[in-house]
């Protein structure tokens, strides 16, 4: 799914630049300065500069484009769903801190089952939901909201995603990704596949995973 899908591991300033260089080869000379000022204003945002690298790698229509916009659809346990307005369409993309996958144009809706299941919906309802963009905001940069977790941008009250530095352990209260009890609780020396990731997750959810809180982040930042 695209919620598990993970990005090679480039820092911020290593994916605009990468972004920078696509872009040389993807847009057309009368839309590249507005294009890189995009990237610009975004430049410091994992979940944007994920969808811009995940589209000037594949253009959709293989032909050059550039990305005009962002608007969030929705959003969920650091998941977002995204519209990128282009010169010539609207495509969707679900994105994470992780990694972006492209979902198809906008308007023939969603398609893809497990992203469906995500967010609760059926591809008629993608359809019908989305139909106006009108009604939905532009993107503002998660990292800029102070309700979301810093690192895998989920919104206060809700899970965070699997393997975020920030989750507490609900057994033993220290840092989820540090602590020894998903050891203890599987019965395994070390986790190494998707078997073992999900019994630990399984064990996890059966114990009640702690959603983030935005007021204690703020008070261990402040």
Request: proline content about 4%; aromatic content about 10%.
């Amino acid at each position: 799914m695209a919620a598990e899908i993970r990005a090679e591991k480039m820092n911020l300033t290593e994916t605009k630049e990468a972004v920078m260089l696509l872009m040389d080869y993807a847009v057309d000379a009368e839309d590249i300065t507005a294009a890189r000022e995009l990237v610009e204003r975004h430049q410091n945002d994992r979940i944007s500069l994920n969808v811009f690298h995940e589209f000037y790698s594949f253009l959709p229509e293989a032909k050059n484009d550039a990305i005009k916009f962002l608007k969030l659809l929705t959003d969920k346990e650091g998941g977002f769903l995204l519209a990128a307005g282009t010169t010539d369409n609207i495509y969707c993309y679900f994105a994470t801190t992780e990694g972006a996958e492209f979902l198809g144009p906008l308007n023939e809706g969603i398609w893809d089952k497990e992203v469906l299941n995500f967010f609760g919906l059926s591809h008629d309802e993608s359809v019908e939901k989305f139909k106006n963009l009108k009604n939905f905001p532009f993107y503002i940069p998660a990292h800029m909201d102070l309700k979301r977790c810093p690192v895998c941008a989920t919104n206060h009250g809700e899970l965070h995603r699997l393997g975020c530095p920030v989750e507490i352990c609900p057994w033993c209260g220290g840092q989820l990704t540090k602590c020894h009890c998903r050891f203890q609780k599987t019965g395994r020396d070390r986790l190494t596949n998707e078997a073992h990731l999900r019994l630990f997750k399984e064990k996890l959810n059966d114990k009640g995973r702690l959603p983030f809180n935005a007021t204690e982040q703020s008070l261990t930042l402040g």
